[in-house]
């Protein structure tokens, strides 16, 4: 990976490295912890809790997310696996930074436990059964290929489709 990445910027809809599954970091190394660096920058430039490397132009499993909004509480996650999800379920409104304004009801288990390395290639796992357990999910589905529209109920996806044809339209 070979790129210089203060240029990195957030990709919206329909960009298609969002409906590709992300191919794995080989290693974790300088450039990856720059990148990581600059997606974490541009996370908090957005408002947002998270943000997964498709979402910035790159093919790569490995996101970002500060559920807290404070800085001591960011985090990396390189080649997510996430498994034990809880049977309870939630439907809960989510927004996401490559869909502007773009917000729908999703349906999740409350709970997951995640697997991933971090920015130093260190093997971690935590779980939750709060809102970080959300947004991992999130963004894992940005891993692979999958968006908020993919998952909305069908009522939010008929309000939202104005918003989605036009960005749609901005890249014809």
């Not at 132009?57 to 996650?77: A, K, N």
């Not at 989510?94 to 009801?105: M, T």
Request: glycine share 6%; with cysteine.
């Amino acid at each position: 990976m070979s790129m210089d990445p203060s240029q990195l910027k957030v990709v919206n809809y329909p960009e298609a490295v969002l409906r590709q599954r992300a191919e794995p970091v080989e290693s974790v190394d300088e450039q990856v912890r720059l990148v990581a660096k600059r997606m974490i920058e541009l996370m908090h430039e957005h408002r947002g809790v998270g943000l997964a490397a498709p979402q910035v132009g790159l093919s790569l499993r490995m996101f970002v997310c500060c559920p807290t909004g404070e800085p001591e509480d960011e985090q990396v996650f390189i080649n997510p696996m996430i498994s034990e999800p809880t049977k309870e379920m939630a439907w809960l409104e989510e927004g996401c930074l490559s869909l502007p304004e773009i917000r729908g009801e999703i349906n999740r288990p409350v709970g997951v436990t995640i697997e991933a390395l971090d920015e130093f290639g260190e093997k971690f796992v935590m779980q939750s059964d709060d809102f970080p357990a959300r947004v991992w999910q999130h963004e894992f589905d940005h891993l692979e290929g999958i968006l908020i529209i993919d998952k909305m109920k069908m009522v939010d996806r008929m309000a939202n489709r104005r918003m989605i044809k036009e960005l749609e339209a901005m890249v014809k």
